[in-house]
């Protein structure tokens, strides 16, 4: 693990904050296992959250993609009892091809409540349940032997335990939510927008004050994950593919005023080097910005004490 721990001012000094923030995977698209990969990792989007008061058997999960089943298996070591709120961003599949090998969900005594919008008039549990359809994959849902859940969510405000989420609709192909996450008894704020196109006039239904409206969303926040798939360079080619560039994940945290920002869904031909000049870019960019930010890219396996 790489463990970055992170204190935030308090009152007259300084103290913790509450919750440990962990990469699973903070790849895009498809994982990418190999050589060139080790150092930030080939595992799809998946961070988990815990609470440093908790009794270890509570956690929320941010996405399943394949980075899921190493926590699964993480907390399989924990017997039964766990409770996880998994908070899916959208349902494409590197955000959700972890689930049907999440340990915790076959043993009986654990809770997954699964959080996340319809698509178009599809139901969220009627997608997962076609992703383990027999056909595709040998153990249906409904055998899981835990307590299983699946809440609808739109834009607006909901809670799971020791949190309050808020949720915003993202700009990319499908019903795409980005959430924020405040703990109950206060401390340091988290929001997770992966998969979202900052720019371009691609046509989105979001309403014309989108823009100012994430801005307001992210106000106050300690630690914005956000997309960075892409490089100033290369972001033109994709326009409408629902993704952003370093440059602008950078514009957005210095114009929300976040204390820190991580790049997230790495590109899978993003090799470490090559993400090594990215990082260094977008601190560059942060510094020009004239918002005194701390950049860092999504490694998985790093974890964030907040």
Partial sequence: M????????????WRDVSYTVTVLGARGSIPTPGSGTIRYGGNTSCVSVERADATGRHLVVLDAGSGIRLLGNALASRGNGVEVDLLLSHTHWDHIQGLPFFAPMFVQGNVLRIWGARQGEVDLGAILRQQMHPVVFPVPLDESAADLGVNHIGPGTFEVEGFRVDAFRLRHPGN?????????????????LTDNELD??????????????????LEGVDLLVHDAMYTPDDVGEHRGWGHSSYAEAVALAAEARVARLMLFHHRPERDDEAMDGLLSAARAAARASGHDMEVLAAIEGMQLIL
């Fill in 200 to 217: 371009g006039h691609h046509g989105y239904d979001v309403g014309p004050r989108w823009r100012a409206e994430l801005v307001a969303f």
């Fill in 176 to 192: 795409t939510m980005g959430y924020r996450l405040t703990p109950a008894g206060g401390g340091a704020v988290l929001a997770y």
């Fill in 2 to 13: 790489v463990q970055v721990p992170y204190l935030l001012p308090h009152g007259d000094g």
